[in-house]
Every structure is written in structure tokens, then in C-alpha cells.
């Protein structure tokens, strides 16, 4: 079974504190992505990334970077964290099949409060 | 940007009943994928129906996917109280098969 790991459930930072969020997967897959969800938004993109070094903007970048030095590894970085970044965030990651498509694979996720 | 909406977004119903929910989605698609997310927690795939197909089963759950009306549904049969929690559809476009466009999801709630 595919496990998509996250560093910490649950997180509570103070306003332009820089916070770090990082995201393991077991099983050599080249995609992974960085959503947050919030109550009637559903799951917006941050960030995606198709292999070690490279990285994509999603839908919602502003506030946030990323860095993936490893394969299995994807961090999302909140340079300088504000209130309006309190949210959950959700790491995911996939197999790349081309034209086929398949499913993500996702980690239980890291609620954080900036105070 | 938004994708798929998920309708009705919140459901109860009693164990033993059936369940649908229905997406609705824009652009074409590649393929349409639902989710289910236990409350708190991360997503989990439950199915995954490509454009050529009418549709699915995967044990108590048939998907359907009508192209020409841009719509999905997710049928959840027999359901049991264990069957609570949001459900996602997710599209995946032709030009890029790997970036999924969430809906905003259904909460089902199944009484016991």
C-alpha cells in the first residue's frame, strides 16, 4: 500500500513565524502536490511538483514555497505565516502515467493555526 | 479554480438506504475520480472512471459518467453508518492528466 506521510497533524505558529510542512511517500512516485482545504472551497492547489527540482505554481501559490530535493520527499514553506494561512493542508502524491491518468495518494493532513 | 460541484452538498440518510451524490464539471475531461474523507483526515480514492466509459462498480458503489451532460454520480448502496463522510469528485483534464480540480464535496451523514 502506498503511505504518504506528514510531519505533523496538528500545528500552532505565530504571525511571520516561517513554517515548514514536510511530506514523505514510499512508493517511487514522481508527481506530488500540496493542497489546502478550507470550509466550502474544497481542496485548492498550491504547489505540484513532476520530479526532484522541479515545481509548478498551482492555483493558490502566494504565501508559499516549495522544495523537493529528494523523490520522496516535497516540503511546503510559509515564509512568513499570517492568519489568513490558517487552513489544512493536504499532501498527495501519484504515479505518472501520461495520457492515462490515475489516482492521488494522500497524507492525513496538517491542520494549522497561525496565531 | 473550480472544477466539479458536487450536488447536494450535505445528505442523510438511514443505514440500509442508498445514497447519490452528483457532480457537475465544466471542461473535458480525461477522467473523473471520487474521494472519500473521513472527518479530519486525508483523502482516499474510491474510483476512477475515464471518459470512455458509461460505468463503474467497485463493491457497493457504482459511478456513472454522462460526457455529454458533463455530469457524474456516485451511487453508494446498502450504506452503513461507517459510509459517513464527505465525498469528492476530481477531474482530470485531456492536456494534463496528472493536476486533479476538486469539487467542493458532499457530506453524507448515515444514521444507524
Known amino acids: 500500500d502506498v503511505k504518504v506521510t506528514q510531519s505533523s497533524r496538528y500545528l500552532v505558529k505565530r504571525t511571520g513565524e516561517k513554517v515548514f510542512l514536510e511530506c514523505v511517500q514510499d512508493m517511487d512516485h514522481e508527481n506530488m502536490f500540496w493542497y489546502r482545504q478550507d470550509p466550502g472551497l474544497g481542496l485548492r492547489l498550491i504547489y505540484f511538483?513532476?520530479?526532484?527540482?522541479?515545481?509548478e505554481k498551482g492555483d493558490i501559490p502566494e504565501g508559499y514555497s516549495v522544495s523537493r530535493e529528494k523523490k520522496e520527499r516535497f516540503s511546503l514553506i510559509l515564509e512568513s505565516a499570517s492568519t489568513n494561512q490558517t487552513s489544512m493542508y493536504l499532501c498527495a502524491s501519484s504515479l505518472n502515467q501520461g495520457l492515462a491518468g490515475g489516482p492521488q495518494y494522500f497524507g492525513p493532513g496538517t491542520r494549522l493555526l497561525v496565531l | 479554480s473550480q472544477q466539479g460541484e458536487e450536488d447536494p452538498q450535505a445528505l442523510s440518510i438511514q443505514e440500509g438506504e442508498n445514497a447519490t451524490m452528483n457532480c457537475s464539471y465544466k471542461?473535458?475531461?480525461?477522467?473523473l475520480q471520487w474521494y472519500r474523507q473521513n472527518s479530519g483526515r486525508g483523502l482516499v480514492h474510491l474510483i476512477l472512471?475515464?471518459?470512455?466509459?458509461r460505468e463503474k462498480h467497485s463493491g457497493r458503489l457504482r459511478v456513472t459518467l454522462d460526457t455529454s451532460k458533463k455530469s457524474s454520480s456516485l451511487l453508494i448502496t446498502a450504506s452503513r453508518a461507517a459510509d459517513t463522510a464527505s465525498y469528492f469528485c476530481?477531474?482530470?483534464?485531456?492536456?494534463?492528466?496528472?493536476?486533479?480540480?476538486f469539487g467542493t464535496g458532499t457530506r453524507l451523514q448515515v444514521f444507524p
Open positions: 471542461t473535458s475531461i480525461n477522467n
Open positions: 476530481a477531474t482530470a483534464t485531456s492536456y494534463n492528466t496528472d493536476k486533479l480540480i
Open positions: 511538483s513532476y520530479d526532484v527540482k522541479m515545481k
Open positions: 472512471i475515464r471518459s470512455n466509459e
